[in-house]
Nanobody, 117 residues
Framework: QVQLAESGGGLVQPGGSLRLSCAAS????????VGWYRQPPGKRRELVAH?????????EYSDSVKGRFTISRDNAKNTVYLQMNSLKPEDTAIYYC?????????WGQGTQVTVSS
């Protein structure tokens, strides 16, 4: 079983930065692909960024965040990060991390990001 816990959300002005963390339990974390998703108010959850396992790492971003967000992982700390720069009001959402293990999806509880002046 895998447990995920997000942190690092908050209120930030447009143009500001935040770094989200997704801390995971379990020794198998380095072998798992992890995605960051977000759900804006009244909208569907969408994939923001995705990083594969530590071996032959592959990263992808949604077009809406490409060039502004960076996903990375520190397997020694069992943590995946999402560095968010040049934030815009439309980035306001609850951000979740996600992984799949043994065919089951796992989600964290989410962390709120609000971009507003």
């Amino acid at each position: 079983q895998v447990q995920l816990a997000e942190s690092g959300g908050g209120l930030v002005q447009p143009g500001g930065s935040l770094r989200l963390s997704c801390a995971a339990s379990g020794s198998i974390f380095s072998s798992l692909a992890v995605g960051w998703y977000r759900q804006p108010p009244g909208k569907r959850r969408e994939l923001v960024a995705h990083i594969t396992s530590a071996i032959n790492t592959y990263i992808e971003y949604s077009d809406s965040v490409k060039g502004r967000f960076t996903i990375s992982r520190d397997n020694a700390k069992n943590t995946v990060y999402l560095q968010m720069n040049s934030l815009k009001p439309e980035d306001t959402a609850i951000y979740y991390c996600h992984t799949t293990y043994s065919g089951r999806p796992y989600w964290g509880q989410g962390t709120q990001v609000t971009v507003s002046s």
